[in-house]
Nanobody
Framework: QVQVVESGGGLVQAGGSLRLSCTVS????????MAWFRQAPGKEREGISC????????DYMKSVIGRFTISRDNSKNTLYLQMNNLTPDDTAMYYC?????????????????????WGQGTQVTVSS
């Protein structure tokens, strides 16, 4: 059974930073691409970035370029999202998701339909 657990969210002032973590069990983390998504109230879930099992990063959503960095530590089965210079527009529930083994990262524009496994998310709230 695949389990996905996100953590690291919280309340931060505009301009601040957070680092989100995501641990995955029930699959071989070394062999799967991993992605971050977010969903703001009243909006659809949107892709932030994706990283392959070989550390290849496909792209970042336009609004986070230069501020967010995706990374992974296969020895810890953990995915990270470093978020700097946060703004109130970054307020959302953040999710991570693995793809099936050896499937590549889709572009962020393709959305979340190619991902099957989801956690509960971690809330990020940025105050102005």
């Amino acid at each position: 059974q695949v389990q996905v657990v996100e953590s690291g969210g919280g309340l931060v002032q505009a301009g601040g930073s957070l680092r989100l973590s995501c641990t995955v069990s029930g699959l071989n983390f070394d062999d799967v691409a991993m992605a971050w998504f977010r969903q703001a109230p009243g909006k659809e879930r949107e892709g932030i970035s994706c990283i392959s099992w070989t550390d290849r990063i496909t792209d970042y959503m336009k609004s986070v370029i230069g501020r967010f960095t995706i990374s992974r530590d296969n020895s810890k089965n953990t995915l990270y999202l470093q978020m700097n210079n946060l703004t109130p527009d970054d307020t959302a529930m953040y999710y991570c998701a693995p793809r099936e083994q050896y499937y590549p990262c889709p572009s962020t524009a393709q959305g979340d339909s190619l991902f099957r496994f989801w956690g509960q998310g971690t809330q990020v709230t940025v105050s102005s």
